[in-house]
C-alpha cells in the first residue's frame, strides 16, 4: 500500500475510535465472500427470512432516509470537518456491518444493488460472539464468521452448518453494540439500551428480544421441529403503525362539563407510557417527534387549537410548537446553500402543542438533527419514559362566538422526521408524515 495512503488510513481509524475504549470490529478485517447472502440462509429459515426481510433490518442501508443522510449529509461532512471525519466509516459500522467489515467505505449507492444493501443480516447478528465493553455502544461488537452459527438455543439440530449456543445473543447487551451510540463530541445520542436498563424492565427481567421479536409457536427451519416459543424476527419499532398505535395511554379530564361563553374551563391530559420499555421517542431522538394537540370543536365546525399550560421549567420553549422557530442550520452548511437560515424547527404543527423530546445542540449551539454533530443534549428531557406519567393542563376561555356544545379532542401524534426536514430533502411523505398514537374525546354543554 502507498505509505500516504496507508498514514491516511491510521490517522482515519484513530478519529473513528476517537472517544471510544477498546477495538471491537475493525474495518476491512474480513471479505464480504466470508458470509453467506441472507436468501441462502431463508432456503432453510423460510418463516424467519420473510419476517427480517420485511422488517427495518433488512433496509436499514438501503431505505431512503438512511441514504440520503448518509450519502447527502454525513458524508459530505465528513469529507470537510476533521473532528467527523470517523462517520464516514462509523455510520456503516452499525448500518451495513458487512461492508464496515469487507472495508467498503463509503459503500456504492443503494441504486448500485451491492451487498452493502443487505444492512442488518442474519450473517451480522449470529456470528456476534460478545462485545467489547462491559456497557456496549458504537458498534463494539465481537464478530467472527465461520461454520458455526450463534444461536440462543443448546437443543438445537442444524443442517449444513454448526451452532453454539449463546447467553449473548439472548441479553439487552447484544442490542446495545449498535442501540447506543456516543457522538465523536462525547454526547450520548443513542441510549435505547441505557433508558431500559434504568427503568422498570430490566429489572424485571424482560428484554428488548420479549418485545421486539416476540415468541409464538413456530418452526425456526422447514426440516426443524415446531417449537412453542419461536423468537420471530419482527423488529417492529416506531415504523409500524400497529406497534406505536396506543402505545401511549391517554385521558382527558374537565374541571365543568357545563359552560358559558366568557368562561374559563381547565382541560388535564393525563398521559401514561405503559407499552415502551424504554423512553418513547427512543433511538434516533435527534429527529423523532411526538406531541400532543388539543383541539375544541363547536357545534358549526369552528376550532380552536388551544395551546398547552407553560410549567417554566429550564428549556421549555423547545417542547412547545412555535412555527417561528428556526433549526437545523447545519443541514445548509453541510450542503453549501448560501443564505440558509433553518429550516421550521417543529414542522407543522399548530402553535402551543406539547412536544415529547430530547432536543440535541451542534457546537455553534442551534438545534439539530445531525447526531454525529452533536455537541449537547442534555438541557432538557421531556420524552416519555418507562411507565411514566405526565400531565399536561389547558386553561381555555370559552369565546364569545361559540356555538352549541362544544367537543374538546385530543391526539397523541408520533413523525419520524421533522416534516420540515423531510419536504426540504425531498423523502417520500410516509418517512415524515404524523401517525396517530392515541387520541380522546370529552363533551362540554354550553348555556
Ligand atoms: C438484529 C439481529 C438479528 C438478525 C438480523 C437475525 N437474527 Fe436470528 N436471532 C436473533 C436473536 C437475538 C435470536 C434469539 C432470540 C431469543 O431467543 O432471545 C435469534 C434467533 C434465531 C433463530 C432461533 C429461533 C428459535 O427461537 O429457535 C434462528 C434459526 C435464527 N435466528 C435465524 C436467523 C436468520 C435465518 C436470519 C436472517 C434471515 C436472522 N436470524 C436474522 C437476532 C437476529
Ligand atoms: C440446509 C438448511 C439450513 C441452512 C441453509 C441454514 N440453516 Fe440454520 N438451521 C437449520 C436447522 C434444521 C436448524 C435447527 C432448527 C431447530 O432446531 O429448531 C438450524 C438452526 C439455526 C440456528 C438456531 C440455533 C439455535 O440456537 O436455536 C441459527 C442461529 C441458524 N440456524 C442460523 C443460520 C444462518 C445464519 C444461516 C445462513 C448463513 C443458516 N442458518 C442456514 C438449517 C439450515
Ligand atoms: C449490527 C447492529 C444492530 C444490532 C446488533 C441490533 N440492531 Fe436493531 N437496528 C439497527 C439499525 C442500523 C437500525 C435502523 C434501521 C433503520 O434504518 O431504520 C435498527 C432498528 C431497530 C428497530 C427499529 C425498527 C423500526 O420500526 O423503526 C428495532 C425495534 C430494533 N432495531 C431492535 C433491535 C433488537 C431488539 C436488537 C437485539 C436483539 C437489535 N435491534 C440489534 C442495528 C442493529
Ligand atoms: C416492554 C416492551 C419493550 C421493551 C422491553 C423494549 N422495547 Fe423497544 N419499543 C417498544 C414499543 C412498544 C415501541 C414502539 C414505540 C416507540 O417507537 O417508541 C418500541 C420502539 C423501539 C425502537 C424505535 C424507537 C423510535 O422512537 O424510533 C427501538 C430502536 C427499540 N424499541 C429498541 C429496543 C431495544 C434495543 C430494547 C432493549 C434495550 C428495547 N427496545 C426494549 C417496546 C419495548
Ligand atoms: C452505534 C450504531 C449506529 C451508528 C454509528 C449510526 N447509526 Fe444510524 N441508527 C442506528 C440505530 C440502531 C437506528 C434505529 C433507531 C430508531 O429506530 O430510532 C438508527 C437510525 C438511523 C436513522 C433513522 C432511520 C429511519 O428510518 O428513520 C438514520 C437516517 C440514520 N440512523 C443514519 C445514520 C448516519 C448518517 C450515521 C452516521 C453519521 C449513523 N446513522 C450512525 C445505529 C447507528
Request: hydrophobic share 35%; aromatic share 12%; charged share 25%.
Amino acid at each position: 500500500m502507498n505509505r500516504y495512503i496507508y498514514l491516511g488510513f491510521l490517522l482515519f481509524i484513530g478519529l473513528l475510535f476517537l472517544g471510544s475504549e477498546g477495538f471491537g470490529a475493525e474495518m476491512g478485517q474480513f471479505r464480504y465472500k466470508d458470509f453467506k447472502k441472507p436468501t441462502k440462509c431463508g432456503t432453510c429459515h423460510r418463516g424467519i427470512y420473510q419476517e427480517w426481510k420485511a422488517s427495518m433490518m433488512a433496509h436499514s442501508f438501503s431505505h431512503r432516509w438512511d441514504e440520503v443522510e448518509y450519502f447527502q449529509l454525513a458524508l459530505r461532512h465528513a469529507q470537510k470537518e476533521p473532528k467527523v471525519a470517523g462517520v464516514k466509516a462509523g455510520c456503516v459500522a452499525c448500518h451495513s456491518p458487512l461492508a464496515f467489515l469487507a472495508g467498503d467505505i463509503p459503500p456504492k449507492p443503494v441504486a448500485a444493488e451491492t451487498r452493502a444493501n443487505e444492512g442488518v443480516s442474519c450473517e451480522v447478528c449470529h456470528n456476534i460472539r460478545g462485545t467489547t465493553e462491559a456497557e456496549p455502544y458504537n458498534f463494539s461488537f465481537i464478530i467472527k464468521p465461520g461454520k458455526t452459527k450463534v444461536g440462543p438455543r443448546s437443543d438445537a439440530k442444524p443442517m449444513g452448518h454448526k451452532v453454539e449456543a449463546s447467553s449473548f445473543i439472548k441479553s439487552a447487551k447484544f442490542c446495545a453494540t449498535c442501540h447506543d451510540e456516543a457522538s465523536p463530541y462525547g454526547a450520548w445520542v443513542k441510549e435505547t439500551y441505557r433508558e431500559w436498563k434504568a427503568g422498570p424492565y430490566a429489572k424485571e427481567g424482560v428484554t428488548c428480544q420479549d418485545c421486539h421479536m416476540y415468541r409464538a409457536p413456530g418452526k425456526a427451519a422447514l426440516m426443524g421441529p415446531k417449537r412453542p416459543d419461536l423468537a420471530h424476527h419482527v423488529f417492529h419499532g416506531s415504523h409500524s403503525p400497529t406497534k406505536l398505535a396506543g402505545a401511549v395511554d391517554l385521558a382527558l379530564y374537565s374541571n365543568k362539563h357545563v359552560v358559558s361563553p366568557g368562561d374559563t374551563v381547565k382541560i388535564r391530559a393525563q398521559l401514561f407510557n405503559g407499552k415502551v420499555g424504554h423512553m418513547i421517542p427512543s433511538g434516533s431522538t435527534e429527529e423523532r417527534m411526538l406531541w400532543l394537540e388539543v383541539w375544541a370543536v363547536d357545534a358549526t365546525g369552528q376550532k380552536w387549537a388551544l395551546p398547552v399550560d407553560r410549567k417554566g421549567f429550564p428549556g421549555e420553549e423547545y417542547t412547545i410548537a412555535d412555527p417561528k422557530a428556526l433549526a437545523y442550520q447545519a443541514i445548509g452548511e453541510i450542503m453549501e446553500i448560501p443564505g440558509f437560515k433553518g429550516l421550521k424547527r417543529d414542522g407543522d404543527l399548530p402553535a402551543g402543542a406539547r412536544i415529547f423530546r430530547k432536543p440535541f445542540f451542534d457546537p455553534k449551539g442551534r438545534m439539530t438533527i445531525c447526531q454525529w454533530y452533536t455537541a449537547k443534549n442534555d438541557l432538557v428531557d421531556y420524552r416519555i419514559g418507562p411507565r411514566q406519567t405526565r400531565i399536561e393542563t389547558y386553561t381555555w376561555q370559552i369565546p364569545q362566538n361559540v356555538r352549541g356544545p362544544i367537543t374538546i379532542k385530543a391526539y397523541i401524534y408520533y413523525a419520524q422526521v421533522p416534516s420540515s426536514v423531510g419536504k426540504f430533502l425531498k423523502l417520500p411523505a410516509d418517512e415524515y408524515k404524523p401517525i396517530l398514537v392515541n387520541e380522546a374525546t370529552l363533551s362540554l354543554t354550553t348555556e
